[in-house]
């Protein structure tokens, strides 16, 4: 594909402390425009100072205005999708680009253009409770809408797409699967001693330590890993503290009230969001890197600890066998005593330990941003030569 022009929903990546969808949409992006050199892009986005991060010559960064950007992040974020559903629509027929790829699981309506759509899992229709009931219903209309409409839809894993197909009813034919990559020049064995000591010292960590990073929210399985720790500590007698790395997020207070009721209070550390600077060091300093949730569309937290050379336990359930392979354990999210014995076997057993750190790092070269901006690319090609019934192709 040379010299065409794409449309793009970059909205994820307006997230602050990015996670989850945000870090895949930037790095992806940020990969589009390293290996795609012939195409122009217009990406829209919610901050100005997304610019910053995507600086492309062949990217046309286009924002909210300046003046509702100044507003809370809630009014700025209701202002994008107001326009979102008047102001892009027009926008598109106006600089009427070859295609358009949303980086959300939604489409403008009356999209005129060749689409593809990124649907990352169906977490809020699968898992009761995982999210609040306004974005719950908001996600099902939108997702419902984007399959109906896409020419093509992206998803993250297998998994992910097996639900799709067995939810919407979806040919299996029309849904791409992009694994996400890892900043390889980060994420890495941090062989500074000093280094490591310096991050755990800012946030009051004492070795040796277990740690889980992501966002506190009820999917991610947080109170059952406390339990499994706690049973440890009282049936093991292990030494290790518990370090709790991620930001704050709906539903987040039964987290703290078990911590706080758990007797080993003392021995867990919430630090809150750690930049990714951080975590290269936060996370080589740890003996094992644990990861129980219920349900995940890819998981990128495991994959970045192997490639930092941690060993990981993570849930049989969804798609985390398919990041870690056969370089970590898995387990039954929902079997608290199945948790504390896998995490167990990887802190007492040294020879597994070690073992885990080379399969782990092995792992982990299996997935790159490059990889994954280079089989989006080639669905954006396909997807200009391959219309809906009844739409007509461009002269």
């Known amino acids: 594909m040379a010299d065409k022009h794409i449309a793009v929903d970059a909205s994820e990546i307006g997230e602050i402390n990015k996670s989850g969808r945000a870090t895949f949409s930037l790095n992806l992006l940020r990969s589009l425009g390293r290996i795609d050199t012939a195409n122009r892009y217009s990406v829209f986005t919610v901050y100005d100072a997304d610019k910053g991060a995507l600086q492309n010559p062949n990217f046309n960064i286009k924002s909210l205005p300046r003046a509702l950007q100044a507003l809370t992040p809630f009014i700025a974020l209701l202002s994008w999708y107001s326009w979102y559903f008047t102001g892009l629509s ?3 027929k ?5 295609v358009f790829f949303s980086l959300s699981p939604s489409l403008p309506p009356g999209c005129p ?4 759509c990124i649907i990352y899992d169906l977490t809020p229709i699968s898992l009761s409770d995982a999210h609040r009931l306004d974005f719950e219903v908001r996600f099902r209309l939108q997702a419902t809408d984007a399959v109906k409409r896409s020419d093509r839809i992206i998803t993250i894993s297998q998994a992910a797409k097996n639900e799709i197909v067995s939810y919407f009813g979806v040919s299996s034919d029309k849904i791409s699967i992009v694994y996400p990559g890892f900043d390889s020049s980060l994420f890495k064995p941090e062989q500074d001693s000093d280094k490591i000591k310096l991050t755990l010292d800012k946030y009051a960590i004492a070795s040796p330590y277990l740690l889980y990073v992501g966002t506190l929210e009820p999917k ?5 890993l406390i339990e499994a720790f706690c049973r440890l500590k009282k049936e093991k007698g292990i030494d290790h503290k518990l370090v ?26 919430f630090t809150d969001y750690v930049p990714q ?16 949730s219920l349900h995940e569309g890819f998981g990128m937290p495991p994959l970045e600890a192997m490639a930092c050379g941690t060993p ?23 079997d608290v005593e199945n948790i504390a014995e896998a995490i167990y076997r990887v802190i007492s057993d040294r020879d597994l330990n070690k073992q885990m750190r080379k399969k782990g790092l092995e792992r982990a070269r299996l997935f790159s941003w490059e990889k994954a901006a280079g089989e989006t690319l080639t669905i954006l090609e396909n997807t200009l030569n391959k219309f809906r019934p009844g739409r007509k192709q461009k002269a």
């Open 312 to 334: 990981v336990v993570v849930s049989i359930t969804s798609s985390l066998p398919e990041v870690v392979g056969d370089a970590g354990i898995t387990v039954d999210p929902y």
């Open 113 to 116: 253009h060749p689409a593809v």
């Open 244 to 269: 709790i790395a991620g930001k704050r997020a709906w539903k987040d207070s039964g987290i703290f009230d078990k911590i706080r009721m758990s007797g080993c209070e003392s021995d867990i550390v």
């Open 94 to 98: 106006r600089i009427n680009p070859d």
């Open 277 to 292: 600077a951080e975590l290269p060091a936060l996370i080589s300093g740890a003996d094992v890197f644990v990861f129980p």
């Open 90 to 92: 027009l926008q598109l």
């Open 220 to 224: 991610k399985n947080i109170i059952r």
